[in-house]
């Protein structure tokens, strides 16, 4: 027995010696596999941006080049999107817009959102289903009831109107993320405020509204980059230059002849609209994912 059992020892060991080996080098390819692929994806999204990057400090007879460095760097593209009236007022605009639309969404969908995550009624399920559905329409299939709805309020080429319509996606997916944020706060502290005699609305600002500051960072931040971005309603509901946005104003920007784009003033007032955005994104990048996966987590 004693020896048999040395025979089987002895012929397992370098067996599993082996299967380390074998687990240990897959485990290693895998890894490298991985990280490649990292690669690839940060690349693949990054090169667009770089490339715009560094082709607005490109001059205009350097802007056809294939080489990734330029041989020199220039302002003057920044200096002609910042010297064009249009684009100034469309900067101003768009923050305007942008600013008034988050400021308004998270004011209302903060008080729908506590309505539908802490206050006892009927159909909250069907009621909160359907302002999920709003955001599965495509924006062209409502441009036409919007067109109409705001010729007959006199709100067409106005930054009124402009809110307004915005208002339609950003509202829904406030609404949608503050209800399931609300909803994994404790009820306990709503229940202590209740017996020390406070209101509905002085518990929602006072001591639940304050709580939910992620949830109002990420939903108050994605809504401005989607309000900023905007470019259909923008296109449709404005006419005057006094009255675009910054993407419809890029996007109408002309060279000297008409078979010709100024891509060096394309580049230069696309980076002037997206680095703040970035540098916004990177600074709250913690608080977007806490605040996007709170409720999941503890709901």
């Known amino acids: 027995m004693s020896q048999a059992t040395k025979q089987v020892t002895s012929l397992d060991l370098p067996m599993s010696e082996g299967t380390a080996k074998r687990s240990s080098t897959r485990e290693s390819v895998l890894r490298i596999l991985f990280y490649l692929l990292v690669i690839v994806i940060i690349v693949f ?3 667009p941006f770089v490339w715009a990057l560094l082709s607005s400090f490109r001059p205009s007879s350097e802007l ?3 080489r990734i460095l330029p041989n020199s760097l220039t302002l003057d593209h920044y200096v002609a999107v910042f010297k064009d009236p249009r684009f100034v007022a469309a900067l101003m605009n768009s923050i305007i817009v942008s600013g008034c639309t988050v ?3 998270l004011g209302l969908g903060s008080l ?3 309505a539908l995550g802490r206050l006892p009624f009927r159909f909250k399920g069907p009621v909160l289903y359907l302002i999920l559905t709003m955001t599965m329409f495509p924006t062209i299939a409502v441009l036409s009831g919007l067109f ?3 010729k007959t309020l006199a709100l ?3 930054r009124q109107g402009l809110i307004l319509t915005y208002l339609i996606f950003t509202m829904p997916f406030t609404i949608w993320v503050m209800t399931q944020y609300f909803r994994s706060l404790p009820k306990e502290l709503e229940e202590a405020a209740y017996v020390d005699g406070a209101s509905p609305l002085k518990v929602f600002w006072d001591i639940l509204l304050p709580l939910t500051m992620p949830g109002l960072v990420s939903t108050g931040l994605l809504a401005f980059i989607a309000a900023w971005n905007e470019f ?6 404005t006419v005057t230059d006094t009255m675009k946005t910054v993407p419809v104003v890029i996007s109408q920007f002309s060279g000297t002849s008409a078979f010709e784009q100024p891509w060096g003033s394309i580049m230069a007032g696309s ?8 540098i916004l994104v990177m600074i709250f990048q913690y608080r977007i994912v806490e605040g996007l996966t709170a409720g999941a987590v503890k709901g």
């Not at 259909?232 to 509901?237: I, R, V």
């Not at 980076?271 to 970035?278: A, D, G, K, R, W």
């Open 45 to 47: 999204n990054l090169f």
């Open 64 to 66: 056809f080049s294939t």
């Open 103 to 105: 400021l308004i969404s």
């Open 112 to 114: 729908c959102a506590y």
């Open 148 to 150: 109409v709805m705001l």
């Open 156 to 158: 067409f080429n106005t």
């Open 232 to 237: 259909l309603f923008a296109l449709t509901f």
């Open 271 to 278: 980076m002037v609209v997206t680095i703040p955005l970035v």
